[in-house]
Nanobody
Framework: QVQLVESGGGLVQAGGSLRLSCAASGRTFTSYVMGWFRQAPGKERDFVAAITRYGGSTYYSNSVKGRFTMSRDNTKNTVYLQMNSLKPEDTAVYYC??????????????????????WGQGTQVTVSS
């Protein structure tokens, strides 16, 4: 089992940057594929990014590709989401998630939130225009 705690959210102007962090408990961090999701008010939770167990590959939704970068530091049991060129439509609660169910190769399951077993409490990101 793993516990996840996000941090780094806040209020930023359009065009600005934020870096989210997600710290994981436990000694088997490298067993988990990690993901970031977000949920805007009145909308469903959407996939943002995911990273393989040792950080060799990352995957992004089309809406953030080229602006967001996900990384992980397995020595610190932490994943990051660097968000640049932020837009008002990026406003949402951002959640970190973990799963042991996914393989090492990206497939259609990676963006599906029900595949992820563990979730953080979320951190609010607000982008003003």
């Amino acid at each position: 089992q793993v516990q996840l705690v996000e941090s780094g959210g806040g209020l930023v102007q359009a065009g600005g940057s934020l870096r989210l962090s997600c710290a994981a408990s436990g000694r088997t961090f490298t067993s988990y594929v990690m993901g970031w999701f977000r949920q805007a008010p009145g909308k469903e939770r959407d996939f943002v990014a995911a990273i393989t167990r040792y950080g060799g590959s990352t995957y992004y939704s089309n809406s953030v590709k080229g602006r967001f970068t996900m990384s992980r530091d397995n020595t610190k049991n932490t994943v990051y989401l660097q968000m640049n060129s932020l837009k008002p439509e990026d406003t949402a609660v951002y959640y970190c998630a973990a799963t042991m169910k996914l393989g090492s190769v990206y497939d259609s399951n990676w963006p599906r939130d029900y595949v992820y077993d563990y979730w953080g409490q979320g951190t609010q990101v607000t982008v003003s225009s």
